[in-house]
T-cell receptor, first 116, second 113 residues
Framework: DTGVSQNPRHKITKRGQNVTFRCDPI?????LYWYRQTLGQGPEFLTY????????KSRLLSDRFSAERPKGSFSTLEIQRTEQGDSAMYLC??????????????FGNGTRLTVT | DQQAKQNSPSLSVQEGRISILNCDYT??????FLWYKKYPAEGPTFLIS?????DKNEDGRFTVFLNKSAKHLSLHIVPSQPGDSAVYFC????????????FGSGTQLTVLP
Protein backbone atom coordinates (compact mmCIF):
# COMPACT_ATOMS: atom_id res chain seq x y z
CA ASP A 1 0.00 0.00 0.00
CA THR A 2 1.90 3.01 -1.28
CA GLY A 3 -0.94 5.45 -0.78
CA VAL A 4 -2.65 7.72 -3.29
CA SER A 5 -0.14 9.20 -5.73
CA GLN A 6 -0.67 12.46 -7.61
CA ASN A 7 1.42 13.97 -10.37
CA PRO A 8 2.71 16.53 -10.88
CA ARG A 9 3.04 18.04 -7.40
CA HIS A 10 3.19 21.54 -8.80
CA LYS A 11 2.07 23.03 -12.10
CA ILE A 12 2.51 26.61 -13.24
CA THR A 13 0.75 27.53 -16.44
CA LYS A 14 -0.29 30.60 -18.35
CA ARG A 15 -3.89 31.61 -18.63
CA GLY A 16 -5.58 29.92 -21.56
CA GLN A 17 -3.39 26.82 -21.55
CA ASN A 18 -4.67 23.30 -20.93
CA VAL A 19 -3.37 21.21 -18.04
CA THR A 20 -3.81 17.57 -17.05
CA PHE A 21 -3.28 15.98 -13.65
CA ARG A 22 -2.95 12.31 -12.86
CA CYS A 23 -4.05 10.33 -9.81
CA ASP A 24 -3.10 6.76 -8.98
CA PRO A 25 -5.38 5.50 -6.21
CA ILE A 26 -4.58 2.81 -3.71
CA UNK A 27 -4.78 -0.45 -5.62
CA UNK A 28 -8.15 -2.19 -5.48
CA UNK A 29 -9.90 0.96 -4.27
CA UNK A 30 -12.93 1.14 -6.50
CA UNK A 31 -14.04 4.62 -5.44
CA LEU A 32 -12.10 7.69 -6.59
CA TYR A 33 -12.81 11.33 -5.84
CA TRP A 34 -11.43 14.68 -7.00
CA TYR A 35 -11.52 17.69 -4.70
CA ARG A 36 -10.30 21.26 -5.01
CA GLN A 37 -8.94 23.31 -2.11
CA THR A 38 -8.31 27.04 -2.10
CA LEU A 39 -6.48 29.05 0.54
CA GLY A 40 -8.31 29.19 3.85
CA GLN A 41 -10.99 26.76 2.78
CA GLY A 42 -11.62 23.08 3.17
CA PRO A 43 -11.56 20.70 0.21
CA GLU A 44 -14.58 21.01 -2.11
CA PHE A 45 -15.98 18.00 -3.95
CA LEU A 46 -15.60 18.01 -7.73
CA THR A 47 -16.41 14.53 -9.03
CA TYR A 48 -16.67 10.84 -8.12
CA UNK A 49 -15.93 7.59 -9.93
CA UNK A 50 -16.94 4.09 -9.04
CA UNK A 51 -14.59 1.91 -11.04
CA UNK A 52 -14.56 3.48 -14.53
CA UNK A 53 -17.98 5.12 -14.25
CA UNK A 54 -18.19 8.82 -13.42
CA UNK A 55 -21.30 8.83 -11.26
CA UNK A 56 -21.45 12.30 -9.82
CA LYS A 57 -20.22 15.78 -10.71
CA SER A 58 -20.37 18.95 -8.66
CA ARG A 59 -21.70 22.24 -10.00
CA LEU A 60 -18.12 23.46 -9.46
CA LEU A 61 -17.04 21.29 -12.38
CA SER A 62 -17.55 23.65 -15.31
CA ASP A 63 -17.49 22.46 -18.90
CA ARG A 64 -13.78 23.35 -19.05
CA PHE A 65 -13.12 20.50 -16.65
CA SER A 66 -13.15 16.85 -17.64
CA ALA A 67 -12.18 13.76 -15.69
CA GLU A 68 -11.66 10.20 -16.78
CA ARG A 69 -10.85 6.91 -15.17
CA PRO A 70 -10.16 4.41 -17.94
CA LYS A 71 -10.26 0.77 -16.87
CA GLY A 72 -11.11 1.83 -13.34
CA SER A 73 -7.50 2.35 -12.32
CA PHE A 74 -5.74 5.74 -12.52
CA SER A 75 -7.67 8.92 -13.19
CA THR A 76 -6.92 12.15 -15.01
CA LEU A 77 -8.36 15.61 -14.50
CA GLU A 78 -8.02 18.04 -17.40
CA ILE A 79 -8.69 21.76 -17.29
CA GLN A 80 -9.02 23.48 -20.64
CA ARG A 81 -8.43 27.20 -21.23
CA THR A 82 -7.24 27.74 -17.67
CA GLU A 83 -8.26 30.88 -15.80
CA GLN A 84 -6.61 32.54 -12.81
CA GLY A 85 -9.55 31.42 -10.68
CA ASP A 86 -8.54 27.82 -11.33
CA SER A 87 -5.44 28.30 -9.16
CA ALA A 88 -5.88 25.87 -6.28
CA MET A 89 -4.74 22.58 -4.80
CA TYR A 90 -6.36 19.65 -6.60
CA LEU A 91 -6.72 16.62 -4.36
CA CYS A 92 -7.49 13.06 -5.29
CA UNK A 93 -8.86 10.52 -2.81
CA UNK A 94 -9.81 6.87 -2.96
CA UNK A 95 -11.80 4.44 -0.87
CA UNK A 96 -12.36 0.68 -1.07
CA UNK A 97 -16.06 0.95 -0.31
CA UNK A 98 -18.63 3.25 1.16
CA UNK A 99 -17.83 5.51 4.05
CA UNK A 100 -20.61 4.06 6.13
CA UNK A 101 -18.74 0.77 6.09
CA UNK A 102 -15.96 2.50 8.00
CA UNK A 103 -13.61 3.23 5.14
CA UNK A 104 -12.69 6.89 5.10
CA UNK A 105 -11.28 8.60 2.05
CA UNK A 106 -7.51 8.36 1.64
CA PHE A 107 -6.09 11.53 0.11
CA GLY A 108 -3.03 12.09 -2.02
CA ASN A 109 -0.70 15.04 -1.46
CA GLY A 110 -2.35 17.01 -4.23
CA THR A 111 -1.31 18.97 -7.30
CA ARG A 112 -0.89 22.69 -6.73
CA LEU A 113 -1.92 24.63 -9.83
CA THR A 114 -0.87 28.23 -10.35
CA VAL A 115 -2.33 30.06 -13.34
CA THR A 116 -0.43 33.24 -14.24
CA ASP B 1 -23.83 27.45 1.31
CA GLN B 2 -21.40 26.22 3.95
CA GLN B 3 -22.96 23.10 5.41
CA ALA B 4 -20.09 22.44 7.83
CA LYS B 5 -18.64 25.39 9.72
CA GLN B 6 -15.55 25.72 11.84
CA ASN B 7 -15.83 29.15 13.40
CA SER B 8 -12.38 29.23 14.96
CA PRO B 9 -9.67 29.63 12.33
CA SER B 10 -6.96 29.09 14.92
CA LEU B 11 -6.39 27.67 18.39
CA SER B 12 -3.29 27.69 20.60
CA VAL B 13 -2.89 25.25 23.47
CA GLN B 14 -0.10 24.46 25.89
CA GLU B 15 1.54 21.06 25.61
CA GLY B 16 -0.11 18.52 27.89
CA ARG B 17 -3.43 20.39 28.05
CA ILE B 18 -6.65 19.54 26.25
CA SER B 19 -7.38 20.81 22.73
CA ILE B 20 -11.03 21.17 21.78
CA LEU B 21 -11.94 21.77 18.16
CA ASN B 22 -15.52 22.51 17.18
CA CYS B 23 -17.67 22.08 14.11
CA ASP B 24 -21.30 22.99 13.43
CA TYR B 25 -23.30 21.52 10.59
CA THR B 26 -26.61 22.48 9.06
CA UNK B 27 -27.61 19.49 6.92
CA UNK B 28 -29.75 17.09 8.97
CA UNK B 29 -29.18 14.40 6.30
CA UNK B 30 -25.54 13.99 7.33
CA UNK B 31 -25.12 10.61 9.00
CA UNK B 32 -21.36 10.12 9.22
CA PHE B 33 -18.78 12.53 10.52
CA LEU B 34 -15.00 12.57 10.32
CA TRP B 35 -11.99 14.59 11.39
CA TYR B 36 -8.95 14.98 9.18
CA LYS B 37 -5.57 16.44 10.00
CA LYS B 38 -3.45 18.27 7.43
CA TYR B 39 0.20 19.20 7.53
CA PRO B 40 1.62 21.76 5.05
CA ALA B 41 2.30 20.36 1.58
CA GLU B 42 0.48 17.12 2.39
CA GLY B 43 -3.02 15.86 1.76
CA PRO B 44 -5.54 15.50 4.59
CA THR B 45 -5.04 12.42 6.77
CA PHE B 46 -7.97 10.64 8.39
CA LEU B 47 -8.02 10.89 12.17
CA ILE B 48 -11.27 9.61 13.63
CA SER B 49 -14.93 9.20 12.67
CA UNK B 50 -18.35 8.75 14.21
CA UNK B 51 -21.66 7.47 12.95
CA UNK B 52 -24.83 9.42 13.69
CA UNK B 53 -26.11 6.53 15.79
CA UNK B 54 -23.39 7.22 18.36
CA ASP B 55 -22.56 10.25 20.46
CA LYS B 56 -18.95 9.47 21.29
CA ASN B 57 -16.02 7.65 19.76
CA GLU B 58 -12.58 7.37 21.28
CA ASP B 59 -9.21 6.40 19.82
CA GLY B 60 -6.24 6.88 22.07
CA ARG B 61 -5.74 10.58 22.75
CA PHE B 62 -8.53 11.54 20.34
CA THR B 63 -12.24 11.60 21.17
CA VAL B 64 -15.03 12.81 18.91
CA PHE B 65 -18.36 13.91 20.35
CA LEU B 66 -21.57 14.29 18.37
CA ASN B 67 -24.57 16.29 19.57
CA LYS B 68 -27.23 15.67 16.95
CA SER B 69 -29.85 17.95 18.47
CA ALA B 70 -27.40 20.85 18.38
CA LYS B 71 -25.87 19.72 15.08
CA HIS B 72 -22.48 20.04 16.72
CA LEU B 73 -19.32 17.97 16.46
CA SER B 74 -16.20 18.32 18.54
CA LEU B 75 -12.75 16.76 18.68
CA HIS B 76 -10.89 16.50 21.97
CA ILE B 77 -7.16 15.85 22.02
CA VAL B 78 -5.69 15.05 25.40
CA PRO B 79 -2.89 15.42 26.22
CA SER B 80 -1.93 17.72 23.36
CA GLN B 81 1.54 17.30 21.89
CA PRO B 82 3.62 19.64 19.68
CA GLY B 83 3.33 17.10 16.85
CA ASP B 84 -0.43 17.66 16.87
CA SER B 85 0.13 21.14 15.43
CA ALA B 86 -1.69 21.05 12.09
CA VAL B 87 -4.88 22.18 10.38
CA TYR B 88 -7.89 20.12 11.45
CA PHE B 89 -10.91 19.73 9.19
CA CYS B 90 -14.27 18.35 10.15
CA UNK B 91 -16.13 16.53 7.39
CA UNK B 92 -19.59 15.06 6.99
CA UNK B 93 -21.22 12.61 4.65
CA UNK B 94 -24.87 12.22 3.76
CA UNK B 95 -26.93 9.51 2.14
CA UNK B 96 -26.32 8.99 -1.54
CA UNK B 97 -24.25 6.71 -3.69
CA UNK B 98 -21.21 8.97 -3.88
CA UNK B 99 -20.90 9.50 -0.12
CA UNK B 100 -18.69 12.49 -0.86
CA UNK B 101 -17.46 14.49 2.09
CA UNK B 102 -18.43 18.07 2.88
CA PHE B 103 -15.58 19.80 4.71
CA GLY B 104 -15.39 22.68 7.12
CA SER B 105 -12.89 25.46 6.50
CA GLY B 106 -10.39 24.15 9.03
CA THR B 107 -8.85 25.18 12.36
CA GLN B 108 -5.11 25.71 12.71
CA LEU B 109 -4.05 24.09 15.99
CA THR B 110 -0.75 25.15 17.50
CA VAL B 111 0.51 23.23 20.52
CA LEU B 112 3.09 25.23 22.39
CA PRO B 113 5.94 23.38 24.13
Amino acid sequence: DTGVSQNPRHKITKRGQNVTFRCDPISEHNRLYWYRQTLGQGPEFLTYFQNEAQLEKSRLLSDRFSAERPKGSFSTLEIQRTEQGDSAMYLCASSPDGILQGSPLHFGNGTRLTVT
Amino acid sequence: DQQAKQNSPSLSVQEGRISILNCDYTNSMFDYFLWYKKYPAEGPTFLISISSIKDKNEDGRFTVFLNKSAKHLSLHIVPSQPGDSAVYFCAASGRGSARQLTFGSGTQLTVLP
